[in-house]
């Protein structure tokens, strides 16, 4: 499964960056492929291309605040989630995101 991503906190700076991580780590672990950009008070980082979002078979926002350009992802199965919840347990959460897009893992794209 392709998974692309928004992290995002309150504070902008540590918990996007660890939610960042723990997203990466948990989906990669599963087998998936992932990249997930950053909002926050240093601006966006890793900002996900139009062909990236367009291969994508779900988007995850973990955020707590409003992000910009949200719309990008109109038309893709997308689940918000706050950012304590992909900290606490990233594979439990990416096994969750499977489930409830009946996708098994290590299947790849």
Same mark, same amino acid.
């Given at each position: 499964?392709?998974?692309?991503?928004?992290?995002?906190?309150? +504070?902008?700076?540590?918990?996007?960056?660890?939610?960042?991580?723990?997203?990466?780590?948990?989906?990669?672990?599963?087998?998936?492929?992932?990249?997930?950009? *950053?909002?926050?008070?240093?601006? *966006?980082?890793?900002?996900? *291309?139009?062909?990236?979002?367009? +291969?994508?078979?779900?988007?995850?926002?973990?955020?707590?605040?409003?992000?910009?350009?949200?719309?990008?992802?109109?038309?893709?199965?997308?689940?918000?989630?706050?950012?304590?919840?992909?900290?606490?347990?990233?594979?439990?959460?990416?096994?969750?995101?499977?489930?409830?897009?009946?996708?098994?893992?290590?299947?790849?794209?």
């Amino acid at each position: 499964m392709k998974i692309v991503g928004v992290a995002a906190c309150t +504070a902008g700076v540590a918990h996007t960056y660890i939610a960042k991580e723990k997203l990466i780590r948990g989906a990669k672990s599963r087998g998936h492929e992932v990249k997930v950009e *950053t909002q926050g008070t240093i601006g *966006t980082e890793n900002k996900l *291309t139009k062909e990236e979002i367009a +291969a994508a078979d779900v988007v995850i926002l973990a955020v707590d605040i409003k992000i910009g350009g949200e719309e990008r992802f109109k038309g893709k199965p997308v689940i918000r989630v706050k950012t304590e919840t992909v900290i606490k347990s990233p594979i439990k959460f990416i096994e969750k995101v499977e489930q409830s897009l009946g996708v098994s893992p290590l299947m790849g794209g």
